[in-house]
């Protein structure tokens, strides 16, 4: 097995994961978890199905809670956090879902105003910025599209910009190239590298997509038996001779 590298500078540090346990009944899934991801950095998370990739996103934001360990977020603890202090951090933070999650009965302006609705802005500001998200994400056209309307992978920009419009500075994608044609993965996956340059977004990516994980990632983790079983970029694990580790890039 290849040797885990760690990676300094805790200032630039935006999230740090220090010894995750999570197990549901008799089944453990985290073990002793642990990860560091810089500003800015994408790192996509490997593992085979059942291994806990989608169960760590949801740590994160506090969709789950952990039996033990620690999670800080931009230097702080969520653990412990009040409803309304980690309402200001899930703020922050940008969970793109398998399904994008929009809602039907909504045109694409209004799902992209409904995060919106508590916002000081005016309506004129609004729609200011409605349109320009849907512009970064090349979507301008479907704006008062019903989802319904909407192919899958215009599903999926769409998605993608309702997270956007709160400006988070964390991104947590969970299978976004799912049930897409090549072409519309790889569109995809070239916009999550436009928005990681263009704003500065720190990245989890889960995938089971090779081809997102080589176009996106700055580093690759592989997740085994609960914890990180080796981590690099996709040049240095596609050379690995570990099986496990090969099963991947095959």
Not at 81 to 109: I, P, W
Not at 112 to 134: A, N
């Amino acid at each position: 097995m290849e040797a885990v590298e760690k990676i300094s500078g805790a200032q630039d540090d935006i999230i740090v994961i220090e010894d995750l346990y999570k197990s549901f009944g008799e089944t453990d899934v985290l073990i002793g978890f642990s990860l560091t991801v810089k500003r800015a950095e994408n790192v996509v998370v490997l593992g085979k199905s059942g291994t806990g990739k989608s169960v760590l996103i949801k740590c994160l934001v506090g969709l789950i809670e952990p039996d033990s360990g620690e999670i800080k977020l931009f230097g702080q603890s969520i653990s412990g956090l009040r409803n309304e202090e980690l309402d200001k951090v899930r703020l922050k933070t940008g969970f793109l879902f398998q399904s994008a999650a929009l809602y039907d009965s909504m045109s694409v302006r209004e799902n992209l105003k409904f995060p919106l609705r508590r916002s000081e802005l005016d309506e004129t500001e609004k729609d200011k910025k409605v349109q320009d998200i849907l512009e970064n994400v090349g979507l301008t056209e479907a704006i008062d599209k019903m989802p319904s309307e909407l192919s899958g992978g215009m599903k999926k920009r769409a998605g993608l910009a309702r997270t956007l419009i709160l400006e988070p500075e964390i991104m947590l994608y969970d299978e976004p190239t799912t049930g897409l044609d090549p072409i519309t993965s790889k569109e995809i996956s070239e916009l999550i590298l436009e928005m990681q340059k263009k704003l500065k977004i720190t990245s989890i990516i889960i995938t089971h997509d090779m081809a997102c994980a080589k176009r996106t990632a700055d580093r690759i983790i592989i997740l085994k038996d609960g914890k990180v079983f080796v981590e690099g970029t996709y040049e240095k694990l596609e050379r690995s001779e570990d099986e496990f580790v090969m099963s991947f890039f095959v």
